[in-house]
């Protein structure tokens, strides 16, 4: 097993992502997402879309950039992840959270923490991106891929993040206790190496359908009395 994956994937790891919802509050403010089974369909569209459709492909092959060197791949993928989103909210947040990881991972363990590791994390991908920023996927893939950690487990690493955080925002927008959120984050744990094995099996490049998720995102600013940025 490798911890540096544990570590990245702790809730307390300061990504910033206890700031946004990806449009669940926006959501439960209207009525669209109101009970456990809404809940549970929201849950299975970011599953099967946002993460199976663009997010995971997004780090399944900007894992394979990195561990290639090819850089010029990377930056069309991180640019291609932006223009895909229609909600400067969410380009914002990813942005934001995507450079939150690198900097964080940098500094606990860059070459400069770790004076003989056998695989040094700078590179010039973290050097290149902690100047440019990287999409939120992007960095994920960028951090994993220098830490050795293995392609699949990067990507099924980053839905149960992406998961988590949705249930913990759940937890704070709607009545929802913990056994509840818990059991549906349990049940879509179970549908990720499904979910991972299409990605791998495809290796497409990344795609976007969400409407409804989407028009979330762009609402939120409308809220009256806002928990979250997104």
């Known amino acids: 097993m490798n911890v540096a994956l544990l570590h990245l994937c702790d809730s307390s790891f300061p990504l910033g992502s206890f700031a946004y919802s990806d449009g669940l509050e926006s959501a439960t403010s209207d009525g669209g997402v109101a009970t456990v089974d809404d809940l549970r369909a929201w849950m299975d569209v970011c ?19 990195v561990a290639i ?12 992840l932006i223009a895909l989103r229609p909600s400067s909210a969410a380009r914002k947040s990813s942005r934001a959270m995507g450079q939150r990881l690198l ?27 902690l100047r440019a920023g990287r999409t939120l996927p992007v960095a994920f893939a960028i951090v994993c891929a220098g830490r050795d950690i293995e392609r699949r487990d990067a990507v099924e690493a980053y839905a149960y993040t992406r998961l ?7 937890m704070r927008l709607m009545a929802l206790g913990q056994t509840s959120a818990h059991a549906l984050l349990a049940r879509a744990l179970d549908r990720i190496p499904a979910v991972v094995d299409d990605i791998a099996r495809r290796d497409a490049r990344i795609e976007s359908f969400t409407p409804a998720l989407d028009i979330a995102a762009m609402t939120q600013q409308y809220v009256h009395s806002r928990l979250f940025r997104t």
């Open 103 to 129: 900097t964080t991972w940098s500094a606990l363990y860059g070459a400069h923490r770790r004076p003989c590791p056998e695989r040094p994390f700078d590179s010039p991908a973290l050097e290149s991106s």
């Open 69 to 80: 060197e090819d850089w010029s791949a990377l930056d069309s993928l991180d640019e291609e």
């Open 47 to 65: 599953l099967d879309e946002t993460i199976g459709r663009m997010d995971g492909p997004a780090v399944w092959r900007a894992w394979h950039a």
């Open 164 to 170: 988590a955080a949705t249930v913990s925002a759940a």
